[in-house]
């Protein structure tokens, strides 16, 4: 079974940054999309940023340019790394096996990590 933990969250003032870590046991990343996924309550799930199997990186139009993901395979762990972030951008934030933005029908993977911006 896929083992999922992700960490780095925290609550951070408006134009702060934060790196989010997913580490994945059980689960080889070089042979699979991977991304993250935003949780707001009463809003629908975002796709965050993704990598295909190509190493082809796509993110949402609200992150792009704020936001980068990466991975490392040799430790099985992908990232997310934010900065000047704003209010918008809190929600729980999870890593999900998704090759896009688009994530309907995607699950996310592990409880995610929390995400608060202060105004």
């Known amino acids: 079974q896929v083992q999922v933990e992700e960490s780095g969250g925290g609550s951070v003032p408006a134009g702060g940054s934060l790196t989010l870590s997913c580490t994945v046991a059980?689960?080889?990343?070089?042979?699979?999309?991977m991304g993250w996924l935003r949780e707001v309550p009463g809003k629908a799930r975002r796709g965050v940023a993704a990598?295909?199997?190509?190493?082809?990186?796509s993110y949402g139009d609200f992150v792009k340019g704020r936001f980068t993901i990466s991975k490392d395979d040799a430790k099985n762990t992908l990232y997310l790394e934010m900065n000047s972030l704003t209010p918008e951008d809190t929600g729980l934030y999870y890593c999900?096996?998704?090759?896009?933005?688009?994530?309907?029908?995607?699950?996310?993977w592990g409880l995610g990590t929390q995400v608060t911006v202060s105004s």
């Open positions: 990598i295909d199997i190509d190493g082809r990186i």
């Open positions: 059980g689960h080889v990343l070089s042979s699979y999309c």
């Open positions: 999900a096996p998704t090759c896009g933005i688009v994530v309907a029908g995607v699950r996310p």
